[in-house]
């Protein structure tokens, strides 16, 4: 059974290959490689820096192994809508036992890029800490514990918490954690490498209540046997040793009972929060929207931008990629000029190129308005009514931001209007756009990289750069004007507000009315290019 | 309708309907699975537009004047594919402010359907965790909201339990009563067959056989008439014999 398991889990991984396209498996292939430096940098971190720094080496495997334990932990909680193999449940009506099945998928579980990098990673223990004698097979011993700790503990969490994470709510969280979480390992890294080049030996000392504290974990407790082992405390190691053996058995006796109760009972009935019928139009921009069909469509795209966890990632990136900006300019002190209130407005250009393809998240479901004999010049405007709301709000907050640090409150109103005119002319160029060159977004809240197979892909994306760049070139007057006006007399800038918003209404006013009048009499094609399978 | 064609490629998926139906009828198109039964009701409602062909409803041509066309029509499509991160009340007031309904009307009208369809409970959850069943209800009640006097009907009794599906029948019913017309496509033999005053057979994209449901049973059931029509295949009954020995 353990065979059938493994080969299952090496079929999957095959086939996924199999399954994707060129470039996502080049993807695949990259993190694969991606999974290498990490793997080899683990094994030198932990071969090296114990006989450079003695003093270091408990700290720094307590460090690794819980970073370990606990990676292995949170990862698997963020694939397991997309890795099949980790789904307990899917192998409910097979009739097999827990101690097959526990047996089994422990095996699968040692096969793939992770359990491959941590084993290396883990070798490096072995070379930093062992020395022949007695006390290399506790060593050894103890990085197998640490490896079976990650294993068993990774899918213990994942079993107890299987059923949870197969509902909507969970998944779509989970796209937005992915995102947040990747965003965050990379800020940690760099602040993690500044403050290493920091770290004094006398910091080490400072730490040594943690030590004491992580030690009594159950990865602690496998990293001190390990050092215990290596230094020849073989009586201290073994007990040690069997205090992480011990916690292996509970983990493993927790997935047993998780296990048997997710093959044996029933699922239970989706639960979902029904929310007090509140209206379509959210709260704050009830009176401002008006109560026709633009309104009702700028009030679903905007509740749709909170609700769907693809829309709410590009929106939280966006505002990621202006806090970044923010905080770039706070700590460097050379360019903190108050003028800088003015690169708010790649805040409003970036929010504009979500508009690129309007349509895309509306996909089959655009039946909805095709029937309604919708007017596609108001469904349009609506449109762009909700991406003005945002990125309107996202430029104010940036500029208001931006004005803080560099004290630049004057120039917050001209960003404002630059950057409204900056997003119309650009929402006029993404009209055109949207309706000419539409394409569906999968609904799959499984991968957030997922790519509908419209075999378009190459077409759209030369579409999508060559109206980036046609937006581009028609903000070059406006930062003409605005370089000129800085170069020349700052007060003048307040002479661009009115035009920048005249220049851009005007641009967006041609773009509506082109995409409009192709839409008006192409409503079933728009809605066939929309929908990823023909009616048959 | 008239000479409606439709091909996708190389495939003819309807090829060529004539088609008369008359004011307040209850109409069932049946049909086997590829006979070109949703093409055809893409193609009337303005989803789909044919190669060829024409379609009148209620006198307006519907690929002429879309727009006017579509006021006068609800429809539920097969495949349900809604905005489903709106919750239900959202949905309906959606459609009917897509359709320039006023908002009262729309609000007034939306929870009288969510009430009917046994949905008021259910009227703040979003669609998305809406059962399959739940999506047919609110897709009806969003297709019913501005009381077309044409309705078309993809599948509408598909995965929806005894008790909603009573309800719906009711509804219709008393919808074709006031004048309306329905026209819905099934696989339900015996329901099209209770349901319907005139009923169409389709096979292969062709029209094989229309007219009032008795006259085209002609003293079977509609079941045996549309078999015999359409043709059965009786393969499989010899080689799976071994699906009476059991496994250990």
Same mark, same amino acid.
């Given at each position: 059974m353990a065979g059938h398991l493994v080969g299952l889990r090496l079929a999957l991984l095959r086939n996924g290959l199999r399954r994707s396209s060129w470039p996502q498996q080049v993807g695949l292939a990259l993190g694969a490689l991606a999974g290498l430096p990490l793997a080899f940098?683990?094994?030198?971190?932990?071969?090296? !820096?114990? *006989?450079?720094?003695?003093?270091?080496?408990?700290?720094?495997?307590?460090?690794?192994?819980?970073?370990?334990?606990?990676?292995?932990?949170?990862?698997?909680?963020? $694939?397991?809508?997309?890795?099949?193999?980790?789904?307990? $449940?899917?192998?409910?009506?097979?009739?097999?036992?827990? *101690?097959?099945?526990?047996?089994?998928?422990s095996l699968a579980a040692c096969v793939g890029v992770a359990p491959l990098c941590t084993l290396v990673a883990l070798g490096g223990a072995v070379v930093g800490f062992g020395s022949l004698g007695p006390g290399l097979l506790l060593v050894v011993a103890a990085v197998l514990v640490q490896f079976a700790l990650c294993i068993v503990g990774s899918r213990a969490l994942l079993t107890a918490l299987s059923r949870q994470l197969r509902s909507r709510r969970a998944r779509d969280l989970v796209i937005v954690l992915v995102s947040v979480v990747a965003l965050g390992f990379n800020l940690a890294l760099q602040v993690g490498a500044r403050l290493a080049e920091r770290l004094e030996r006398s910091d080490l000392e400072a730490l040594r209540p943690a030590v004491r504290v992580l030690g009594w974990l159950p990865p602690g407790l496998a990293a001190r046997a390990l050092v215990d082992g290596g230094e020849g405390r073989l009586l201290a190691a073994t007990a040690e040793l069997a205090g992480a053996a011990l916690a292996v058995l509970a983990l493993g006796w927790w997935w047993w009972r998780s296990l048997e109760r997710v093959?044996?009972?029933?699922?239970?009935?989706?639960?979902?929060?029904?929310?007090?019928?509140?209206?379509?139009?959210?709260?704050?921009?009830?009176?401002?929207?008006?109560?026709?069909?633009?309104?009702?469509?700028?009030?679903?795209?905007?509740?749709?931008?909170?609700?769907?966890?693809?829309?709410?990632?590009?929106?939280?990136? $966006?505002?990621?990629?202006?806090?970044?900006?923010?905080?770039?300019?706070?700590?460097?002190?050379?360019?903190?000029?108050?003028?800088?209130?003015?690169?708010?407005?790649?805040?409003?250009?970036?929010?504009?190129?979500?508009?690129?393809?309007?349509?895309?998240?509306?996909?089959?479901?655009?039946?909805?308005?095709?029937?309604?004999?919708?007017?596609?010049?108001?469904?349009?405007?609506? *449109?762009?009514?909700? $991406?003005? !709301?945002?990125?309107?709000?996202?430029?104010?907050?940036?500029a208001v931001a931006l004005a803080a640090v560099t004290g630049g409150w004057l120039y917050v109103p001209v960003a404002l209007c630059l950057g409204a005119g900056v997003l119309a002319l650009s929402l006029g160029v993404a009209d055109v756009v949207s309706v000419r060159f539409a394409y569906p977004l999968p609904d799959d809240a499984t991968?957030?990289?997922?790519?509908?197979?419209?075999?378009?892909?190459?077409?759209?994306?030369?579409?999508?750069?060559?109206?980036?760049?046609?937006?581009?070139?028609?903000?070059?007057?406006?930062?003409?004007?605005?370089?000129?006006?800085?170069?020349?007399?700052?007060?003048?800038?307040?002479?661009?507000?009115?035009?920048?918003i005249a220049y851009g209404v005007f641009l967006w006013r041609v773009?509506?009315?082109?995409?409009?009048?192709?839409?008006?009499?192409?409503?079933?094609e728009l809605l066939a290019a929309l929908s990823p399978r023909r009616p048959a | 309708?008239?000479?409606?064609?439709? +091909?996708?490629?190389?495939?003819?998926?309807?090829g060529g309907i004539d088609l008369d139906i008359p004011h307040g009828c209850f109409f069932g198109l049946v049909g086997p699975n590829g006979a070109g039964k949703t093409t055809t009701l893409g193609m009337v409602t303005g989803l789909l537009r044919p190669d060829a062909g024409l379609v009148l409803i209620d006198g307006v041509e519907v690929w002429r004047d879309p727009v006017t066309a579509k006021r006068r029509i609800g429809v539920l499509p097969e495949d349900?594919?809604?905005f489903d991160r709106l919750t239900g009340a959202e949905l309906l007031t959606y459609n009917g402010l897509l359709r320039g309904m006023a908002a009262g009307v729309v609000e007034a009208r939306a929870r009288e359907l969510l009430d009917v369809?046994?949905?008021?409970? +259910?009227?703040?959850?979003?669609?998305?965790?809406?059962?399959?069943?739940?999506?047919?209800?609110?897709?009806?009640?969003?297709?019913? &909201?501005?009381?077309?006097?044409?309705?078309? &009907?993809?599948?509408?009794?598909?995965?929806?339990?005894?008790?909603? +599906?009573?309800?719906?029948?009711g509804l219709l019913e008393r919808y074709t009563a006031g004048g309306a017309t329905v026209v819905f496509s099934s696989?339900?033999?015996?329901?099209?067959?209770? &349901?319907?005053?005139?009923?169409?057979?389709?096979?292969?994209?062709?029209?094989?056989?229309?007219?009032?449901?008795?006259?085209?049973?002609a003293g079977r059931s509609l079941e045996d008439a549309f078999v015999d029509l359409v043709g059965a295949s009786h393969a499989g009954a010899e080689e799976l014999g071994w699906l009476g020995t059991w496994s250990a």
């Open positions: 940098g683990g094994f030198l971190l932990l071969a090296l !820096v114990p *006989r450079a720094e003695p003093r270091a080496g408990l700290l720094l495997v307590e460090a690794v192994f819980l970073l370990l334990f606990l990676g292995w932990g949170l990862f698997p909680l963020l $694939s397991f809508a997309g890795d099949a193999s980790l789904d307990p $449940s899917r192998l409910a009506l097979l009739p097999l036992r827990p *101690r097959e099945l526990v047996t089994g998928l093959l044996t009972t029933a699922e239970p009935p989706a639960r979902s929060r029904a929310r007090q019928p509140a209206g379509l139009f959210p709260r704050p921009l009830r009176r401002l929207l008006p109560a026709d069909q633009r309104g009702a469509v700028a009030a679903k795209e905007l509740r749709y931008l909170a609700r769907h966890p693809r829309l709410r990632v590009a929106w939280v990136i $966006s505002c990621l990629l202006g806090l970044a900006l923010v905080v770039f300019l706070a700590v460097s002190d050379g360019i903190r000029h108050p003028w800088m209130v003015l690169a708010s407005l790649t805040m409003a250009f970036l929010a504009a190129q979500n508009s690129l393809n309007q349509y895309g998240f509306d996909g089959a479901a655009y039946w909805t308005q095709v029937v309604a004999g919708a007017d596609p010049r108001g469904d349009l405007v609506g *449109r762009n009514l909700a $991406s003005m !709301v945002t990125g309107v709000l996202t430029t104010a907050v940036l991968n957030l990289w997922a790519v509908q197979g419209t075999g378009q892909g190459c077409l759209v994306g030369v579409v999508q750069l060559l109206a980036f760049a046609v937006q581009g070139v028609l903000v070059l007057p406006l930062a003409a004007v605005v370089v000129a006006g800085l170069a020349a007399w700052t007060p003048a800038l307040v002479l661009v507000c009115p035009l920048a773009g509506l009315g082109l995409g409009a009048s192709w839409l008006t009499g192409h409503q079933p | 309708m008239r000479g409606l064609r439709k +091909a996708f490629g190389s495939k003819v998926a309807v349900l594919r809604l369809l046994g949905l008021a409970d +259910a009227a703040g959850t979003l669609v998305v965790d809406y059962s399959h069943g739940m999506r047919k209800k609110i897709a009806l009640a969003a297709a019913l &909201l501005h009381a077309p006097r044409v309705l078309f &009907l993809d599948e509408p009794f598909e995965a929806i339990d005894p008790v909603s +599906a009573r309800t719906i029948r696989h339900v033999m015996e329901l099209v067959e209770r &349901l319907c005053d005139r009923v169409g057979i389709m096979h292969l994209g062709r029209l094989i056989a229309e007219g009032p449901t008795d006259q085209v049973r």
